[in-house]
């Protein structure tokens, strides 16, 4: 089962075969983080753009287009819900649909004779809306944060000149326990000793001092 997205511009229906094939093969990081096609398998891993680790329900194992999704029924295993939904079990929750809005720039599918001379005209505005989950096979350090996960196989050989810290801390720090998790290949044991940057120290005081305040506001919560 596949789901298709709801793309328009300026509120009609986009019908251009190559526009249409264009946007639905774009990356969903270049359309606020909604993608075009999102396929839908049985026990398949996803993550909300919100990120928050669900799990879809089964469907029938052959292959089905969804043109106009209207919700998804979604379980998300660690939950403080305290009330159920009419006919769902506790942990079972709809995910509606996400609307967002990206800029595309359409002058490599406009004809030759068509095309302005200046660039800035074959930008697009064009309005989506789609379901929020995107697969979780295999994810970058970004999308990870702030989940727990089961397992996890992790490529720690960072590309030259990076010495972003959180790219290593963020997801060594996925799992519970050391028996979960796998590095996938030889790395630089360096990488495990770099420090903080200036940058990164202040960023976690003030965030600490936040922290703080926050608890003295709402002391009730903690």
Avoid at 158 to 176: G, H, Q
Avoid at 187 to 196: A, Q
């Amino acid at each position: 089962m596949v789901c298709v997205s709801q793309d328009t511009c300026k509120g009609n229906p986009i019908e251009d075969p190559r526009l249409i094939k264009k946007l639905l093969e774009l990356s969903d990081s270049k359309t606020e983080h909604l993608p075009g096609l999102l396929p839908l398998v049985p026990g398949m891993p996803v993550i909300l753009t919100q990120n928050i680790a669900i799990e879809l329900e089964t469907f029938p194992n052959n292959t089905r287009y969804i043109h106009k999704p209207l919700y998804a029924i979604t379980e998300i295993v660690r939950s403080k819900i305290e009330c159920n939904f009419e006919q769902l079990l506790s942990n079972l929750v709809p995910i509606p649909l996400i609307e967002q809005t990206f800029r595309i720039n359409i002058a490599d599918v406009l004809p030759k004779d068509k095309k302005p001379k200046s660039n800035q005209k074959t930008i697009l505005s064009i309005k989506r809306r789609a379901l929020p989950p995107v697969l979780a096979y295999c994810i970058i350090t970004h999308k990870s944060q702030g989940q727990t996960l089961n397992n996890v196989v992790i490529d720690l050989k960072l590309p030259n000149e990076t010495d972003d810290i959180a790219a290593i801390y963020v997801p060594l720090s996925r799992v519970k326990r050391l028996a979960d998790l796998i590095i996938l290949r030889y790395f630089d044991y360096k990488i495990l000793l770099m420090k903080p940057s200036k940058s990164q120290l202040a960023e976690i005081e003030r965030q600490d001092k936040l922290y703080l305040e926050t608890q003295m506001r709402f002391s009730k919560w903690f």
